[in-house]
């Protein structure tokens, strides 16, 4: 019995360190059509969405309001896309239907 209960307890540790490898946090940055990591300037763009509902639907949001501002531009074709990357899949494949506009993620622990 003590043998079952210390391989319970390596694969409790093993699945609690693999999801805190996983944990990410999202950026939306206004940037320049090339994407260039120069032009994304965390000092504007600097709310931090992490990867729950609540907070994917705020960062579709921010970018919703950034096309309507005319300061990020997608082709109507690419916009449910963009969306469903955004609130279902990873966030960061919504940056390669955005121009003047990216998607970063982050590790945190």
Same mark, same amino acid.
């Given at each position: 019995?003590?043998?079952?209960?210390? %391989?319970? %307890?390596?694969?409790?540790?093993?699945?609690?360190? %693999?999801?805190?490898? $996983?944990?990410?946090?999202? =950026? *939306?940055?206004?940037?320049? +059509? !090339?994407?260039?990591?120069?032009?994304?300037?965390? *000092?504007?763009? /600097?709310?931090?969405? /992490?990867? %729950?509902?609540? +907070?994917?639907?705020? #960062?579709?949001?921010? =970018?919703? !309001?950034?096309?309507?501002? $005319?300061? &990020?531009? =997608?082709? $109507?074709? /690419?916009?449910? +896309?963009?969306? +469903?990357?955004? #609130?279902? $899949?990873?966030?960061?494949?919504?940056?390669?239907? #955005?121009?003047?506009?990216? &998607?970063?993620? *982050? !590790?945190?622990?």
């Amino acid at each position: 019995m003590a043998k079952v209960k210390e %391989t319970k %307890t390596k694969t409790t540790r093993a699945a609690a360190s %693999t999801a805190k490898a $996983g944990k990410k946090a999202f =950026i *939306f940055f206004n940037c320049d +059509a !090339d994407k260039s990591v120069q032009s994304m300037n965390v *000092f504007y763009n /600097h709310v931090i969405y /992490h990867d %729950t509902a609540v +907070a994917r639907k705020a #960062l579709w949001k921010q =970018i919703e !309001d950034e096309i309507a501002a $005319g300061k &990020v531009n =997608i082709a $109507g074709e /690419h916009v449910e +896309a963009a969306r +469903a990357s955004v #609130l279902t $899949g990873d966030p960061t494949e919504a940056s390669q239907y #955005l121009v003047y506009g990216a &998607v970063q993620a *982050f !590790d945190f622990v």
